[in-house]
């Protein structure tokens, strides 16, 4: 019997878009250009001992910069907007080491649909563990079907998800 999935409203997909952008365009912004003063900073200075404390400020602010990015990644993968649904759920499962199937209607679909099942299968994405092997399926344009099986490493068994999005 498959799970159902609740998909986003187009309410929330367009909240947590504009969230990552702000995040992106802001906080992350700022700090990758403090990382980079930092490092001219590093690079300009005589004394050694200086530069190795300017050099450890500049690790930990890239740290914080790299878990920012992760943050934001998670809130609206920024892929799936530049790089649409296909390129988009492949960089997000290569970036959680899951092994992914992914069979897309041939007709691309509208931007709100794209969005919406994006963050659908991204959001189920982060749920599994890496190494987990995921076969999704989205057929549709109005109404959009999408089905999710994955099978996680270590002798789990497979579960099937379903999910109808109206996106007309």
């Known amino acids: 019997m498959p799970i159902p999935i609740r998909p986003p409203d187009p309410g929330t997909v367009r909240l947590r ?3 990552e952008r702000t995040l992106h365009d802001g906080a992350v912004a700022e700090i990758s250009a403090l990382a980079l003063e930092l490092g001219m900073i590093s690079d300009s200075t005589a004394d050694e001992g200086v530069a190795a404390r300017v050099e450890a400020v500049q690790h930990r602010v890239t740290g914080i910069l790299d878990g920012l990015r992760c943050v934001g990644a998670c809130i609206y993968p920024p892929v799936l907007a530049s790089a649409g649904l296909g ?3 492949r960089a997000v499962a290569e970036k959680l080491d899951l092994r992914l199937r992914l069979d897309l209607p041939r ?3 509208g931007q709100a649909a794209r969005s919406r099942t994006g963050l659908l299968i991204a959001d189920h994405f982060h749920t599994l563990r890496p190494g987990s092997l995921v076969r999704v399926r989205v057929r549709g344009r109005r109404i959009v079907r999408v089905s999710i099986i994955d099978q996680q490493p270590g002798g789990m068994p497979r579960r099937s998800h ?3 999005l109206r996106c007309g």
């Open 162 to 164: 379903r999910a109808v």
């Open 87 to 89: 390129p988009g759920l």
């Open 17 to 19: 878009y504009q969230l």
């Open 107 to 109: 007709v691309e679909l």
